[in-house]
């Protein structure tokens, strides 16, 4: 089973020493908010819940027909695992659960999305969900994603064999993620792609004049890529969820932002935001008039574009472990719930080649685009004090022996260093050799290194002497 070696922060990767109350807000603006004249990310009000130690492994029940219209309009439920460990409470950042649907029209091809919400078991949503309209013969599916440690999908009413959900392989959960009825609605999509009804848009060409990045390229994955959603929630002053859409934002206007802390918002928000980039957007089936992102939406995307290297999530993804131990079965099966493909035999997964990429591969693009993401906010402000430290941190954990121990199976040092402030957050860092700011301004050192799409870059040293480092 997976366990989340940093709970503190919503973002895997990333080590945290100490809990601070500053992590329980997101400052990724959601999309939908574009559309509200103010949005303020505050503290959620949980004292309650912080106070006391947190529960990080909570279970969610799945309602009746959760394909269905009236099934993604139910609210599910969130309770713990083993109360004896504490409660769960949606409403607690660390504890929160979403779920992201999606839903596939085959007789025009257009794909639409729609994000279910979820509520503590008991409780009744702040306002009742919108029930999406759904075209005849569409197929539905969903993905889930976690703030904690593990979170078990339960059944009500079949629900669980209705929605063919995968939470896993043999008893062996996936962790943080888990999906159903993907693997049709992949088939069906690629399949609409095939007959020219679906055409994943192009990349485009960011700042640094590269084409963009996908989730499935090695500047962008970490141990555990292709986890999570983008979905996110409005949570109320008494601890009631909403929807996140114009109008329910409108009617709740003291109420805070709860967001899912995956790869995929990383990168269609902070990423592709800080290189100019455009992430794939469809229509929102609870907040007409408006397009979001979506895990399958940025799945097709870099299955239809993302030129090789691509990366595919290998055997040593601490989420499809078993017991610690390599198992093609899990591989597999989380392989289909993103649309990746399946493992024809044992290289096409090796978690030492996948670490040879992204040692290759990784470091350039982060050090080429540092100008960018050195201007670019943090994601978490007790994890690092720019996008570039973020990403550099993210890198250094999972490079090492708490990730998928690259260090240890290349037998190479770590090419990327962070350097910690007082308080454990990374404040510098190293991408080969140059420096990047202290201060999460810019630095010359990173500016100098951008030459006709190349990093070709001087750093002074402490003895004074001028070193010249090329990444080509």
């Known amino acids: 089973m997976r366990r989340n070696k940093y709970p503190i922060s919503r973002y895997r990767g990333r080590q945290r020493k100490q809990v601070s109350p500053l992590i329980l ?14 949005a303020v990310f505050i ?23 959760p394909l269905t219209a009236q099934g993604l309009a139910t609210p599910y439920q969130l309770v713990a695992t083993n109360e004896n460990k504490g409660k769960c409470h949606e409403a607690n950042p660390l504890q ?6 999606a839903v596939l029209d085959p007789i025009t ?14 409780t009744a949503a702040a306002i009742a969900p919108v029930v999406p309209p759904i075209p005849n013969g569409a197929v539905v599916a969903l993905w889930f994603g976690f703030n904690g440690n593990t979170l078990r999908l339960t059944s009500r009413n079949g629900s669980l064999t209705a929605g063919k959900c995968v939470n896993g392989v043999n008893g062996s959960l996936f962790g943080q993620f888990s999906y159903c009825n993907a693997p049709a609605f992949f088939s069906a999509a690629n399949q609409a792609i095939q007959a020219h009804k679906l055409t994943p848009p192009a990349l485009g060409v960011g700042k640094d004049g590269l084409t963009c990045p996908t989730v499935r390229d090695f500047s962008v994955v970490d141990m555990d890529q292709s986890d999570n959603v983008t979905t996110s929630y409005l949570v109320t002053a008494n601890g009631k969820m909403a929807q996140m859409t114009v109008s329910n934002a409108t009617t709740l206007q003291n109420a805070d932002t709860l967001n899912n802390g995956s790869d995929n918002r990383l990168l269609a928000i902070a990423i592709d935001g800080s290189l100019g980039c455009k992430p794939w957007l469809a229509p929102d089936l609870a907040n007409p008039g ?29 989420m499809v472990l078993n017991n610690g131990n390599n198992d093609v079965a899990k591989v597999n099966a989380y392989r289909m ?40 906010p943090t994601l978490d402000p007790m994890v690092a004090n720019s996008l570039l430290t973020f990403l550099e941190q993210r890198f250094v954990t999972t490079y090492g022996a708490n990730g998928l121990n690259c260090q240890g199976l290349l037998h190479l040092p770590d090419p990327v260093k962070v350097k910690m402030d007082a308080d454990g957050v990374a404040v510098n860092g190293t991408i080969n050799g140059v420096v990047d700011s202290g201060n999460g301004g810019l630095a010359n050192d990173i500016t100098n290194c951008v030459v006709n799409n190349t990093t070709s870059c001087s750093t002074k040293k402490a003895s004074g002497k001028v070193q010249r480092h090329s990444n080509h």
């Open 337 to 376: 719930g993103v649309d990746q493909p399946l493992v024809g035999n044992n290289d096409t997964a090796n978690t030492k080649t996948y670490c040879t990429n992204l040692r290759q591969f990784g470091p350039k693009r982060l050090l080429l685009d540092a100008a960018y993401t050195i201007a670019s």
């Open 43 to 65: 503290l959620p009000r949980m004292q309650s819940h912080a106070a006391a130690a947190v529960n990080l492994d909570c279970s969610l029940i799945v309602p009746s027909n």
């Open 25 to 38: 807000t997101s400052i990724l603006v959601p999309l939908v908010l574009a559309l509200v004249a103010t």
């Open 290 to 318: 408006t397009f979001v992102t979506a895990l399958p939406l940025d799945e097709l995307q870099a299955a239809a574009q993302q030129q090789a290297p691509m990366a595919l999530v290998p055997f040593g993804d601490p």
């Open 109 to 122: 091809g257009k794909i639409s999305i729609y994000d279910p919400l979820v509520i503590d078991k008991g």
């Open 96 to 101: 929160a659960a979403f779920v992201q649907g």
